[in-house]
């Protein structure tokens, strides 16, 4: 079972990791669409100052102060605003541009062949780059010499190339997200078909063998059970008239004391096959605890019953011998100078019973399999305790559990929900 448990699990774990590698993918993509505005926008302004550089008069001057229209193929191309400057001031204004103070300080802020995002538009600016080295003619130069050197144009278009790239990604990691999370939810709807599988197989796994014990405990029922009654009340009326003292005394103990220990064995073993269901009555769960350690041959038990609330609806006698199998064991576990503790206490919608001892604790790896029939580290047990206590508590709708206490000891915890 563990090696198909394992593969379920793998199976499970293949639809996370491709959901969790879609999703990187996608925002990996996603994050360099940065970079690729950039780009994209460099190479939009570069054919935008092109086209301008074109539709620039090559002979007639451009003077006046003059606000003209965009021309179509400048619109085409999405350009919002388009100034050229004479020495600081706008001589040509097209477009959507705002006030002339406006547009100066926009040309000082901007470098030449600056790519400046905005946002809903982009503005670059195309001037007579500076002179490297100082070399060149000077635009003073140039106007003696009848050239006129190039005018500053500022542009402002809109990033269309850019936005389409945006809604693209965005279309894309939406995709990529509703792919990952349907990816998700397969792994997590597995991993609980799994999980639901290995509790059926593991209760179907539990019937079975209690099904093997019923069968045995019919067996003993009939032909141990009369036998030891007999042989018990024997060697009890033996061990009455004989002194206790001598070898014969002494051996009619050890034969009594051997009867109850079969007895208790056949009662374990018939308490838990015949164990189908429970009839719940109001019980005050404090005097339950109470009753359970008094009824120990010794009773030094530390009892916490503060916080136990005054009833609640539990089978009192299948209770009872739950407390009394794991106050047993609790008190066998502990040293003489340290006495286990016992508390019960409400916690939530739960009734909650909590033994704890003093002794090594539960072997690593062992903390389910302690509750398995048989299963038992002392020589005297009967390995049927805990394993009829999770039959019980089950049978109530509940569970126990062990647990190690980090300062030493074994702790164990029944709960039983309200109903």
Same mark, same amino acid.
């Given at each position: 079972m563990n090696d198909v448990s394992t593969t379920a699990r793998l199976l499970a774990a293949v639809p996370v990791l491709m959901g969790a590698a879609l999703l990187a993918t996608v925002l990996s993509g996603f994050a360099q669409i940065r970079t690729?505005?950039?780009?994209?926008?460099?190479?939009?302004? *570069?054919?935008i100052l092109d086209q301008v550089r074109?539709? +620039?008069?090559?002979k007639n001057e451009w003077g006046g102060d003059a606000a003209v229209p965009l021309s179509a193929e400048l619109q085409e191309s999405g350009v919002l605003c388009l100034a050229v400057f004479g020495e600081s001031e706008p001589v +040509? +204004?097209?477009? *959507?541009?705002?006030?002339?103070?406006?547009?100066?300080?926009?040309?000082?802020?901007?470098?030449?062949?600056? +790519?400046? *995002?905005?946002g809903s538009r982009v503005r670059t600016v195309r001037?007579?780059?500076?002179?490297?080295?100082?070399r060149g003619p000077t635009d003073e130069q140039l106007a003696a010499a009848g050239v006129r050197p190039p005018r500053p144009v500022l542009v402002e278009f809109e990033p269309r190339q850019t936005r389409e790239l945006e809604a693209s990604a965005r279309r894309t990691l939406v995709i990529g997200g509703a792919g990952s999370l349907a990816l998700f939810v397969a792994g997590i709807v597995v991993w609980r078909l799994t999980t639901r599988a290995e509790r059926l197989q593991e209760q179907q796994e539990r019937q079975r063998r209690l099904a093997a014990l019923g069968e045995m405990a019919a067996v003993?029922?009939?032909?141990?059970?009369?036998?030891?009654?007999?042989?018990k009340g024997q060697a009890q009326l033996l061990a009455e008239r004989l002194d206790p003292q001598t070898r014969e005394g002494?051996?009619?103990?050890?034969?009594?004391?051997?009867?109850?220990?079969?007895?208790?064995l056949t009662d374990d073993l018939l308490s838990m096959v015949r164990a189908q269901s429970v009839e719940r009555t109001p019980?005050?769960?404090?005097?339950?605890?109470?009753?359970?350690?008094?009824?120990?041959p010794d009773s030094r038990v530390d009892l916490e019953l503060e916080g136990a609330p005054a009833t609640w609806p539990l089978d009192p006698d299948r209770i009872h011998r739950v407390l009394v199998n794991l106050l047993r064991n609790a008190v066998q576990a502990s040293p003489a100078d340290r006495a286990p503790v016992a508390r019960v206490c409400q916690e939530g919608a739960d009734l909650v019973y909590e033994i704890r001892d003093f002794g090594e604790g539960v072997p690593a790896g062992e903390t389910e399999r302690i509750f398995e029939p048989f299963r038992t580290t002392r020589v005297t047990g009967t390995g049927l305790g805990l394993a009829v206590a999770r039959r019980i508590a089950e049978l109530h709708g509940g569970s126990v559990a062990a647990t190690n206490d980090p300062e030493g000891g074994a702790v164990f915890r029944m709960r039983i929900p309200r109903g």
């Open positions: 690729v505005r950039a780009t994209l926008l460099r190479g939009q302004a *570069d054919l074109r539709g +620039v008069p090559s +040509v +204004v097209a477009g *959507d541009c705002g006030s002339p103070d406006e547009l100066r300080e926009a040309l000082l802020a901007t470098g030449h062949g600056e +790519v400046v *995002d905005l001037r007579r780059p500076p002179r490297p080295g100082g003993l029922s009939h032909e141990i059970r009369n036998p030891l009654a007999t042989i002494e051996k009619a103990a050890r034969l009594v004391k051997e009867s109850l220990r079969l007895e208790r019980a005050d769960p404090a005097a339950l605890l109470r009753e359970a350690a008094a009824s120990l």
